[in-house]
Protein backbone atom coordinates (compact mmCIF):
# COMPACT_ATOMS: atom_id res chain seq x y z
CA UNK A 1 0.00 0.00 0.00
CA UNK A 2 2.81 2.16 0.05
CA UNK A 3 1.34 4.43 -3.51
CA UNK A 4 -1.19 5.43 -1.06
CA UNK A 5 -0.77 9.05 0.16
CA UNK A 6 -1.81 11.20 2.33
CA UNK A 7 -1.76 14.69 4.26
CA UNK A 8 -2.49 14.84 8.01
CA UNK A 9 -3.50 18.34 8.67
CA UNK A 10 -3.70 18.43 12.86
CA UNK A 11 -6.36 20.64 14.52
CA UNK A 12 -5.51 24.25 15.45
CA UNK A 13 -4.91 24.70 19.39
CA UNK A 14 -7.45 27.26 19.21
CA UNK A 15 -10.30 24.58 18.12
CA UNK A 16 -8.96 22.05 21.23
CA UNK A 17 -10.21 23.64 24.51
CA UNK A 18 -8.81 21.90 27.06
CA UNK A 19 -7.64 18.93 25.21
CA UNK A 20 -4.95 20.15 22.83
CA UNK A 21 -2.53 17.59 24.10
CA UNK A 22 -5.55 14.40 23.82
CA UNK A 23 -6.11 15.82 20.37
CA UNK A 24 -2.78 15.54 18.82
CA UNK A 25 -1.95 11.95 20.60
CA UNK A 26 -5.18 10.33 18.96
CA UNK A 27 -4.31 11.90 14.95
CA UNK A 28 -0.59 10.64 15.93
CA UNK A 29 -1.92 7.33 16.66
CA UNK A 30 -4.34 6.80 13.99
CA UNK A 31 -1.29 8.44 11.71
CA UNK A 32 1.20 5.37 13.14
CA UNK A 33 -1.15 2.68 12.24
CA UNK A 34 -1.59 4.22 8.55
CA UNK A 35 1.93 3.99 8.55
CA UNK A 36 2.46 0.72 9.58
CA UNK A 37 0.08 -0.40 6.76
CA UNK A 38 2.23 0.97 4.38
CA UNK A 39 1.14 4.41 3.65
CA UNK A 40 2.75 7.43 3.23
CA UNK A 41 1.22 10.47 5.52
CA UNK A 42 2.85 13.71 5.49
CA UNK A 43 1.85 15.97 8.34
CA UNK A 44 0.70 19.38 7.93
CA UNK A 45 -0.63 21.94 10.64
CA UNK A 46 -3.81 23.39 9.82
CA UNK A 47 -1.92 26.82 9.05
CA UNK A 48 -0.04 25.23 6.75
CA UNK A 49 -2.61 23.70 4.97
CA UNK A 50 -4.53 27.09 4.46
CA UNK A 51 -1.51 28.24 2.69
CA UNK A 52 0.09 25.88 0.73
CA UNK A 53 -1.13 23.84 -1.62
CA UNK A 54 -0.79 19.75 -1.21
CA UNK A 55 -0.06 17.35 -3.60
CA UNK A 56 -1.38 14.38 -2.00
CA UNK A 57 -4.73 13.22 -3.57
CA UNK A 58 -5.57 11.94 0.09
CA UNK A 59 -6.66 14.16 3.18
CA UNK A 60 -6.70 12.98 6.61
CA UNK A 61 -7.71 15.73 8.80
CA UNK A 62 -9.10 17.21 12.26
CA UNK A 63 -9.62 20.64 10.76
CA UNK A 64 -12.27 23.48 12.46
CA UNK A 65 -11.16 26.64 11.27
CA UNK A 66 -14.16 28.00 8.60
CA UNK A 67 -11.38 28.66 6.21
CA UNK A 68 -9.98 25.17 6.32
CA UNK A 69 -12.99 23.77 6.31
CA UNK A 70 -13.83 25.18 2.92
CA UNK A 71 -10.56 24.36 1.35
CA UNK A 72 -11.18 20.91 2.45
CA UNK A 73 -14.61 21.40 0.65
CA UNK A 74 -13.54 22.81 -2.50
CA UNK A 75 -10.65 19.58 -2.69
CA UNK A 76 -13.35 17.18 -2.13
CA UNK A 77 -15.18 18.82 -4.80
CA UNK A 78 -12.35 18.31 -7.34
CA UNK A 79 -12.40 14.59 -6.34
CA UNK A 80 -10.19 14.23 -3.60
CA UNK A 81 -10.81 12.17 -0.67
CA UNK A 82 -11.16 13.91 2.35
CA UNK A 83 -11.61 12.47 5.94
CA UNK A 84 -13.53 13.58 8.14
CA UNK A 85 -15.58 15.51 4.91
CA UNK A 86 -15.39 19.34 5.31
CA UNK A 87 -18.93 18.96 4.45
CA UNK A 88 -19.77 16.85 7.68
CA UNK A 89 -17.39 18.97 10.12
CA UNK A 90 -19.70 21.74 8.79
CA UNK A 91 -22.72 19.69 9.44
CA UNK A 92 -21.49 19.43 13.07
CA UNK A 93 -21.56 23.40 13.81
CA UNK A 94 -24.75 23.30 16.07
CA UNK A 95 -28.04 24.56 13.92
CA UNK A 96 -26.86 22.39 11.38
CA UNK A 97 -26.76 19.58 13.38
CA UNK A 98 -29.79 20.32 14.94
CA UNK A 99 -31.53 20.57 11.58
CA UNK A 100 -30.34 17.71 10.22
CA UNK A 101 -30.55 15.07 13.31
CA UNK A 102 -34.75 16.36 14.29
CA UNK A 103 -35.15 16.20 10.17
CA UNK A 104 -33.91 12.64 9.95
CA UNK A 105 -35.57 11.90 12.78
CA UNK A 106 -32.55 11.08 15.22
CA UNK A 107 -33.50 10.90 18.85
CA UNK A 108 -32.49 14.87 20.14
CA UNK A 109 -33.57 17.10 22.43
CA UNK A 110 -36.86 19.42 21.66
CA UNK A 111 -34.85 22.50 20.43
CA UNK A 112 -35.42 26.19 19.42
CA UNK A 113 -33.34 27.80 17.15
CA UNK A 114 -32.93 31.48 17.41
CA UNK A 115 -31.08 34.81 16.85
CA UNK A 116 -29.51 36.14 19.64
CA UNK A 117 -30.91 39.88 19.46
CA UNK A 118 -34.30 37.84 20.04
CA UNK A 119 -37.27 37.74 23.28
CA UNK A 120 -37.51 34.01 24.36
CA UNK A 121 -38.87 34.19 27.34
CA UNK A 122 -42.38 33.55 26.02
CA UNK A 123 -41.67 31.21 23.24
CA UNK A 124 -39.51 28.86 25.79
CA UNK A 125 -43.03 29.32 28.07
CA UNK A 126 -45.16 28.28 25.88
CA UNK A 127 -42.58 25.41 24.28
CA UNK A 128 -42.63 24.37 27.90
CA UNK A 129 -38.87 25.23 28.76
CA UNK A 130 -38.03 25.43 32.12
CA UNK A 131 -34.16 24.45 32.32
CA UNK A 132 -32.62 24.84 29.04
CA UNK A 133 -29.27 24.77 27.62
CA UNK A 134 -28.00 27.42 25.44
CA UNK A 135 -25.43 26.72 22.68
CA UNK A 136 -23.72 28.82 19.52
CA UNK A 137 -25.55 28.14 16.72
CA UNK A 138 -22.82 29.37 13.48
CA UNK A 139 -19.77 27.31 14.66
CA UNK A 140 -18.15 24.92 16.88
CA UNK A 141 -17.72 25.49 20.69
CA UNK A 142 -14.16 27.37 21.42
CA UNK A 143 -14.91 28.54 25.08
CA UNK A 144 -16.79 27.54 28.28
CA UNK A 145 -18.99 30.17 27.32
CA UNK A 146 -20.19 28.64 23.87
CA UNK A 147 -22.47 26.19 25.68
CA UNK A 148 -24.64 27.30 28.56
CA UNK A 149 -27.16 25.80 31.23
CA UNK A 150 -29.55 28.41 32.01
CA UNK A 151 -32.12 27.22 35.25
CA UNK A 152 -35.27 29.17 33.92
CA UNK A 153 -36.01 31.16 30.45
CA UNK A 154 -35.15 34.43 32.27
CA UNK A 155 -31.72 33.23 32.62
CA UNK A 156 -31.49 31.50 28.78
CA UNK A 157 -32.75 35.11 27.61
CA UNK A 158 -29.72 37.15 29.54
CA UNK A 159 -27.34 34.55 28.46
CA UNK A 160 -28.43 34.99 25.01
CA UNK A 161 -28.26 38.77 25.15
CA UNK A 162 -24.40 38.29 25.96
CA UNK A 163 -24.02 35.80 23.12
CA UNK A 164 -25.19 38.50 21.10
CA UNK A 165 -22.64 41.18 23.13
CA UNK A 166 -20.10 38.68 22.07
CA UNK A 167 -21.12 38.98 18.32
CA UNK A 168 -22.42 35.29 18.08
CA UNK A 169 -26.08 35.97 15.65
CA UNK A 170 -27.61 32.58 16.02
CA UNK A 171 -28.18 30.10 19.19
CA UNK A 172 -29.97 26.60 19.51
CA UNK A 173 -31.45 26.42 22.98
CA UNK A 174 -32.35 22.61 24.02
CA UNK A 175 -34.68 21.73 26.58
CA UNK A 176 -32.37 20.41 29.39
CA UNK A 177 -32.99 16.60 29.76
CA UNK A 178 -32.72 14.78 33.24
CA UNK A 179 -30.93 11.04 32.82
CA UNK A 180 -27.11 9.60 32.69
CA UNK A 181 -25.02 11.33 30.74
CA UNK A 182 -23.29 9.16 28.27
CA UNK A 183 -20.14 10.50 26.10
CA UNK A 184 -19.17 7.94 23.29
CA UNK A 185 -16.51 7.12 20.56
CA UNK A 186 -17.38 5.69 17.38
CA UNK A 187 -15.51 4.72 13.77
CA UNK A 188 -18.41 4.53 11.46
CA UNK A 189 -18.40 1.43 9.37
CA UNK A 190 -16.36 -0.45 11.82
CA UNK A 191 -17.16 -2.46 14.96
CA UNK A 192 -15.43 0.06 17.05
CA UNK A 193 -17.49 1.73 19.90
CA UNK A 194 -16.76 2.64 23.16
CA UNK A 195 -19.21 4.96 26.02
CA UNK A 196 -18.53 5.48 29.49
CA UNK A 197 -20.13 8.15 32.23
CA UNK A 198 -17.70 11.06 32.13
CA UNK A 199 -18.67 12.82 35.06
CA UNK A 200 -18.43 9.52 36.86
CA UNK A 201 -14.92 8.75 35.29
CA UNK A 202 -14.06 12.46 35.88
CA UNK A 203 -13.82 13.26 32.03
CA UNK A 204 -14.54 17.14 31.82
CA UNK A 205 -14.08 19.90 29.03
CA UNK A 206 -15.86 22.71 30.58
CA UNK A 207 -17.15 21.31 33.83
CA UNK A 208 -21.03 20.68 32.47
CA UNK A 209 -20.94 17.11 33.21
CA UNK A 210 -21.98 18.02 36.98
CA UNK A 211 -25.36 19.45 35.71
CA UNK A 212 -26.63 15.77 35.39
CA UNK A 213 -24.27 14.54 37.85
CA UNK A 214 -23.34 11.31 38.93
CA UNK A 215 -25.25 8.39 36.93
CA UNK A 216 -27.61 6.08 37.74
CA UNK A 217 -26.93 3.15 36.12
CA UNK A 218 -30.14 3.75 33.70
CA UNK A 219 -31.20 0.26 32.00
CA UNK A 220 -31.13 1.12 27.78
CA UNK A 221 -30.33 -0.95 24.73
CA UNK A 222 -26.77 -0.35 24.00
CA UNK A 223 -26.84 -1.90 20.55
CA UNK A 224 -29.41 0.34 19.72
CA UNK A 225 -27.62 3.29 20.98
CA UNK A 226 -24.75 2.31 18.40
CA UNK A 227 -26.96 1.84 15.69
CA UNK A 228 -28.71 5.45 16.65
CA UNK A 229 -25.07 7.02 16.80
CA UNK A 230 -23.66 4.94 13.45
CA UNK A 231 -26.84 6.43 11.72
CA UNK A 232 -26.27 9.75 12.41
CA UNK A 233 -22.61 9.97 11.77
CA UNK A 234 -23.97 8.69 7.96
CA UNK A 235 -26.99 11.43 7.89
CA UNK A 236 -23.94 14.09 9.18
CA UNK A 237 -21.09 12.74 6.85
CA UNK A 238 -18.71 12.32 9.68
CA UNK A 239 -16.68 9.02 9.87
CA UNK A 240 -14.80 9.80 12.89
CA UNK A 241 -17.00 10.72 15.43
CA UNK A 242 -18.01 11.30 19.00
CA UNK A 243 -20.46 13.05 21.21
CA UNK A 244 -23.13 13.00 24.30
CA UNK A 245 -26.32 10.93 25.38
CA UNK A 246 -28.56 11.52 28.11
CA UNK A 247 -30.76 8.12 29.03
CA UNK A 248 -33.95 8.85 30.27
CA UNK A 249 -35.31 7.03 33.35
CA UNK A 250 -37.41 4.87 30.95
CA UNK A 251 -34.49 3.91 29.00
CA UNK A 252 -34.71 6.39 26.02
CA UNK A 253 -31.50 7.57 24.62
CA UNK A 254 -31.73 10.71 23.27
CA UNK A 255 -28.28 12.17 21.02
CA UNK A 256 -27.67 15.80 22.70
CA UNK A 257 -24.13 16.31 21.44
CA UNK A 258 -22.23 14.60 17.80
CA UNK A 259 -18.28 16.24 17.35
CA UNK A 260 -16.30 15.82 14.15
CA UNK A 261 -13.26 13.73 15.47
CA UNK A 262 -13.05 14.34 19.19
CA UNK A 263 -10.02 13.31 21.59
CA UNK A 264 -10.88 9.46 22.04
CA UNK A 265 -8.86 10.16 25.26
CA UNK A 266 -9.87 7.27 27.09
CA UNK A 267 -9.58 4.48 24.69
CA UNK A 268 -7.36 6.02 21.84
CA UNK A 269 -4.99 3.01 21.49
CA UNK A 270 -7.93 0.38 20.64
CA UNK A 271 -9.56 3.31 18.81
CA UNK A 272 -6.64 4.22 16.37
CA UNK A 273 -6.72 0.79 14.15
CA UNK A 274 -9.87 1.16 13.80
CA UNK A 275 -9.77 4.63 12.48
CA UNK A 276 -6.87 3.40 9.87
CA UNK A 277 -9.38 0.44 8.71
CA UNK A 278 -11.79 2.75 8.36
CA UNK A 279 -9.44 4.99 6.08
CA UNK A 280 -8.41 2.36 4.08
CA UNK A 281 -11.65 0.97 3.20
CA UNK A 282 -12.37 4.56 2.33
CA UNK A 283 -9.38 4.39 -0.22
CA UNK A 284 -10.68 1.29 -1.11
CA UNK A 285 -14.11 2.63 -2.20
CA UNK A 286 -12.86 5.64 -3.28
CA UNK A 287 -10.47 4.24 -5.90
CA UNK A 288 -13.62 2.03 -7.50
CA UNK A 289 -15.56 5.04 -8.52
Known sequence: MAEIKI????????YSPNHIGNDAAIFNAA????????????????????????????????????????????LEDEGRLVINSGYGIENCTRERMTRILLGNKIPYPESLIVNTNESVVADLREAGFSSCWIKRGDFHAMHKEDVSYCRHPEEAQEVLHEYFYRGIKRAVINRHLVGDLIKFYGVSG???????????????????????GRSQGLEFDHEEMQRMCQRASEILDVK????????????????????DWPSFAPCR????????????????AWRKR
Not at 7 to 14: C, I, S, Y
Not at 196 to 207: L, R, T
Not at 240 to 259: E, H, L, M, Q, S
Request: a negative charge.
Open 7 to 14: AGVMRAGA
Open 31 to 74: VEQLRKRGCEVNIYSEEKFREMEIEEPIVLNMCREQASIAKLQK
Open 190 to 212: QPFFYWFYPFDEGHSKYGHEAVN
Open 240 to 259: IYGGDCIVDPDGTVRIIDFN
Open 269 to 284: QDAAPWIAKCVLAAVK
